[in-house]
């Protein structure tokens, strides 16, 4: 299989080489240069794949389509290695339970860090480290959280060989939990930056050393954002395992509502429908943030200023622009790279927005695509939180939450819907006190963390500050 760029770049790359790049050099988001279509015979198969040998060998089977640059039995061990009871905590990894008439939940956080990236970042973690080890280079992972991606990273990253990680966040501006979480990691190769300012001060740091080509190719710097591939890849298995778990015959279809920020979740369950997974519809749900339910609506893709993006109770969908959109509008335009980049190298950057609804694609993409959208706002996420709590005895988290708000607008009779499930509700657990008046559970290995001995370098907002520190660090 072969990598292409979204902005047109058609220099053939192969796995390995863009699992540890980034952006194209063109400035676009790779893909494959097709994708592989499971017949019905495969697809049959794969059922009894997961229902008899588990998640780690169904991944193997969606992995080796896309992957032909590490050997079969490496790959295969390396999911063994990744999605086991002891990371994911049950045998099925990612299991399904009954909400109500209809819609079910699909669990993708039961991971180290009770939120969904886990389930790709325990997978990059394990592909870094043999692909790092193969070729004798090391990287240093440099990035910017707000939250969830970074201690997805850590938690992937801590103790493997060959790579370290230099993760700012805002001082004191993450929930006391998921400070915690982060800064009580203790493994020598993990390091925490908590920077005087907001999550954008971290993100320009992060870019000016990017931007720095001496520095990064001396320090060897890399990332682990959310438009890498592999990751992206990783999220495709977990919509099959939904399937198979919602229905009984390949003859039945599912919709999936999957709460959405960067588009990177949802965009994998659009890549899991181009290879024939049967999907009637993907519902994007997002919060006040909603460039993407306007986007569905209307055609027009408009990305936000930081002024006009919204702090909200379901913080990890706090975008003001959907990093992974990209993707699938290369696909809506018949994989265009032209006017892929017309759209979002020059439209973007001078007006700020462009304009499908003319487009025959978009007109078209209902039908074509499947794709539709709802919004949630902190009422009606206190509301669904609440609800689920008193008439299902069952608590979810705020992402999660817009989630079940939205899928309850588009469900349809006779098909499934399944909502994903992207955090625990301890992660949020102030919006949960205020939505149900109780404290969420707190899974066992998590009693008392807020009172664990901290690791965190103190840092003002300045790049040349934290070059140094990686300097120093990497010596
Ligand atoms: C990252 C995140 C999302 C958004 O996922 P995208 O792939 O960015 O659309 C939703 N919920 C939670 C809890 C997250 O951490």
Redesign the pocket.
Known sequence: MLYLSTRGDQTPKQFCDILLEGLAPDGGLYLPASYPQVDAATLERWRTVYHTQGYAELAFEVLSLYIDDIPAADLRALCAKTYTVEVFGTGEIVPLRHLENGIWLEAL?NGPTL???DMAMQLLGNLFEYELARRGETLNILGATS???GS?AEYAMRGKKGVRVFMTSPANRMSPFQQAQMFSLMDENIFNIAVDGVFDDCQDMVKAVSNDLEFKRKYKIGTVN?INWARLLAQVVYYFAGYFQATETNAQKVSFT??????????AGHVARMMGLPIAKLVVATNENDVLDEFFKTGVYRVRTSADTHETS?P??D?SK?S?FERFVFDLLGRDGARTKAFFGDALSRVGFFDLEAHPAFSQAAGKYGFESGKSTHADRLATIKDTWTRHGMMI?T??ADGVKVAREHLQAGVPMIVLE??LPI?FAATIVEATGREPDRPARFEGIEALPKRVTHMAADAQAIQQFIAQHCA
């Open positions: 956080s939120a969904f990236k939250g969830d991606t997805a959310s999957v709460p959405s920020g960067n588009f990177g979740n949802v965009c379901s990890s969908m975008i959907a992974n988290d992402h999660t992207t955090a992660k």
